[in-house]
Structure formats: structure tokens, C-alpha cells
């Protein structure tokens, strides 16, 4: 079965300071992986995904990830938090194999101190 | 840049009535999905079209939720009687050939 876990819910860290927020996915097959930031009362917006290729992925904001197959995983990192980046911050999977439906997971909730 | 369109973005409705959402996709997007998000939670899906049709819609509570996108565009979602379980956020995304969905600002609804 598809599914994703963030096993992070909520992560404070200071403003300037490295962030690193976990994923792990199950997926059958070859998967399509995403990274979404939720404000709060918004819609998501995408800031990275990985669909094939170079295993570590640029995306907006000065975000990464790296995709690890052998460990089913698929972390976000920034290298200096900014205070605008606090927000929820979902991974999602998907595919060709489920008729390109994602799976979420919870969501982790960054706090930024000044 | 095209974005997904959805209103209302708030809706309050007491139980028992009838409520709908619409969705306006990104131009040339066949597929939309509907999902809703409880506080706290991811999204999860609801329903899926291609076109018009309906690609999936196991998770659709059919005995009050209702979703239809009669042209292949814009769709609407109607839940009828709204239960207070239903308040959630109902988000909408489209997406194209290139696999990534787009999301709309999403619907907050709060039922009581």
C-alpha cells in the first residue's frame, strides 16, 4: 500500500540555523515525490519534486531534497532558515501506477525564532 | 501564471443543509482532483476526474457528497445534509502531462 510518514510534527528551530524535515515513503513501484509548504488558511504550494535523474533536487526557496531509494526516503533541507519559512510543510507520493494520485503525509510544522 | 480557482474560501453552515464548492482548474489541465483536509492533517483525495469522467472515488462518502465536471472544466463538489464531521478545508487541484498538481486556495468549511 502507498503511504508517506513524516514522523516530525511539529520542528522549531532558530532563524539562520540548518533545517532538515524527514519523509518516508511505501510505494510499489517507481515513485513520483514531492515536497508542498502550506500557509496557514492557504492552498499548498510545490517546492520541489522528483519524478527521475540526479537524486538531489533543487526546488524554490532555497530548498533540497535528496532522494534515497535504499532508504525509501525523500528529506527537505534548507541551510538557513529564514522566519517567512514558518509553515506546514507536507511530502507527498504519487505515480503512474496509481493513476498519478498523490499520498500525503500528516505534515510537519516549522517554527522559526528570531 | 495560471492558478486554480476555487470559492467560496470560507463557507459556515449549520448541519443538515446543503452545501456546494466550485472549482475552476488551470486551463488545457484534464485532470481535478478534490480532496479535503481535516486541521492538523494532510489532504486526502476524494475524487478524481479525467475530463469528465470519474477516474476514482472510493473515498467519496456517495450517501451525502456529491461531484461532477459535466464539460471536462470547472467541477463542483455538494455535500447535502452537511454533518459537523464534514468541517475541513476542501481543497482543489489540477494537473497536466507533467505529473504535478496544482492547488487552489482551497474552501474552509465549518459546519455547526
Known amino acids: 500500500a502507498q503511504s508517506v510518514t513524516q514522523p516530525d510534527i511539529h520542528i522549531t528551530v532558530s532563524e539562520g540555523a540548518s533545517l532538515e524535515l524527514r519523509c518516508n515513503y511505501s510505494y510499489g513501484a517507481t515513485p513520483y515525490l514531492f515536497w508542498y509548504v502550506q500557509s496557514p488558511g492557504q492552498g499548498l504550494q510545490l517546492l520541489l519534486k522528483y519524478f527521475s535523474g540526479d537524486t538531489l533536487v533543487q526546488g524554490i526557496k532555497g530548498f533540497e531534497a535528496e532522494f534515497k531509494r535504499s532508504q525509501s526516503s525523500f528529506n527537505l533541507r534548507k541551510p538557513s532558515v529564514h522566519w517567512s519559512d514558518a509553515a506546514e510543510y507536507f511530502c507527498?507520493?504519487?505515480?503512474?501506477?496509481?493513476?498519478?494520485?498523490?499520498?500525503f503525509g500528516t505534515g510537519t510544522s516549522l517554527t522559526v525564532i528570531p | 501564471e495560471a492558478e486554480v480557482a476555487q470559492s467560496p474560501r470560507y463557507k459556515i453552515t449549520e448541519k443538515s443543509q446543503a452545501v456546494a464548492f466550485w472549482c475552476d482548474p488551470i486551463s488545457g489541465h484534464a485532470t481535478l482532483y478534490w480532496y479535503r483536509q481535516i486541521l492538523g492533517q494532510g489532504p486526502e483525495l476524494l475524487v478524481q476526474?479525467?475530463?469528465?469522467?470519474?477516474?476514482?472515488d472510493s473515498q467519496l462518502p456517495k450517501d451525502r457528497f456529491s461531484a461532477e465536471r459535466l464539460k471536462g472544466v470547472d467541477s463542483t463538489l455538494k455535500i447535502q445534509p452537511a454533518e459537523l464531521g464534514d468541517s475541513a478545508m476542501y481543497l482543489c487541484?489540477?494537473?497536466?502531462?507533467?505529473?504535478?498538481?496544482?492547488f487552489g486556495p482551497g474552501t474552509r468549511l465549518t459546519v455547526t
Open positions: 507527498a507520493v504519487g505515480g503512474m501506477d496509481t493513476g498519478n494520485q498523490f499520498y
Open positions: 487541484a489540477s494537473s497536466s502531462q507533467d505529473r504535478e498538481q496544482y
Open positions: 476526474f479525467q475530463d469528465e469522467s470519474v477516474v476514482d
